[in-house]
């Protein structure tokens, strides 16, 4: 079993910047694929970005460019850092992991058996 616990959320202006953290504890000797996911109200959860244990990472393309996913090994910690955020990047964040040296995409939601239980981050001026 693992853990996830996310952190980081918050209130922020469009076109500011928010940087979230997740830490997996438990199980965590094995190779450990994390993501971020997010959900909007009244819209599905969709993938953000994934990174897998050797840093190669998988962005959804409206976000790559805006957001930066990356991994800290030693601390068993992803993290998110969000930059121009917009008012439709309102949501709730999560964070998501699966065991295995090779990351599902940021597709394939139900490939992640693990999740925390959000973070909320509203954009709005």
């Known amino acids: 079993q693992v853990q996830l616990v996310e952190s980081g959320g918050g209130s922020v202006q469009p076109g500011g910047s928010l940087r979230l953290s997740c830490a997996a504890s438990?199980?965590?000797?094995?190779?450990?694929?994390m993501g971020w996911f997010r959900q909007a109200p009244g819209k599905e959860r969709e993938g953000v970005a994934v990174i897998d244990s050797g840093g190669y990472t998988n962005y959804a393309d409206s976000m790559e460019g805006r957001f930066r996913i990356s991994r800290d090994n030693a601390k068993n910690t992803i993290y998110l850092q969000m930059y121009s955020l917009k008012p439709e990047d309102t949501a709730l964040y999560y964070c998501?992991?699966?065991?295995?040296?090779?990351?599902?995409?940021?597709?394939?939601?139900?490939?992640?058996?693990?999740w925390g239980q959000g973070t909320q981050v509203t954009v709005s001026s």
């Open positions: 998501a992991a699966h065991q295995g040296a090779v990351c599902a995409g940021y597709r394939s939601r139900g490939s992640y058996n693990y």
């Open positions: 438990g199980d965590t000797a094995s190779p450990l694929c």
